[in-house]
Nanobody, 114 residues
Framework: VQLQASGGGLVQAGGSLKLSCAASGSDFSSWIMGWYRQAPGKERELVAIKNNEGNTEYSDSVKGRFTISRDNAKNTVYLQMNSLKPEDTAVYYC?????????WGQGTQVTVSS
């Protein structure tokens, strides 16, 4: 399993970005997909998860601003980020949970300027 994240960049506060994570492997629709982030000097934290039944979970800090979605035909999960804040600055990682196994993508940097 390989996860390739993309879409990060520099954006002003209040702006938007859309992250993508393309996955290789079979039976993608059964995977639990998520996005995590890690800011400098902080621990990695959950941003959003979408399971194989379409249920979603968001951290309180991004609720109402971020939306996770997936396209099973393209083996891709997305993270639409709106109303970005400087505190959203972090490296964002794609994550896949397949049964008892977990996989991480390489991370994509998101920087929000004030």
């Amino acid at each position: 399993v390989q996860l390739q994240a993309s879409g990060g960049g520099l954006v002003q506060a209040g702006g938007s970005l859309k992250l993508s994570c393309a996955a290789s492997g079979s039976d993608f629709s059964s995977w639990i997909m998520g996005w995590y982030r890690q800011a400098p000097g902080k621990e990695r934290e959950l941003v959003a998860i979408k399971n194989n039944e379409g249920n979603t979970e968001y951290s309180d800090s991004v609720k109402g601003r971020f939306t996770i979605s997936r396209d099973n035909a393209k083996n891709t999960v997305y993270l639409q980020m709106n109303s970005l804040k400087p505190e959203d600055t972090a490296v964002y990682y794609c994550h896949a949970r397949i049964s008892i196994l977990a996989y991480w993508g390489q991370g994509t940097q998101v920087t929000v300027s004030s």
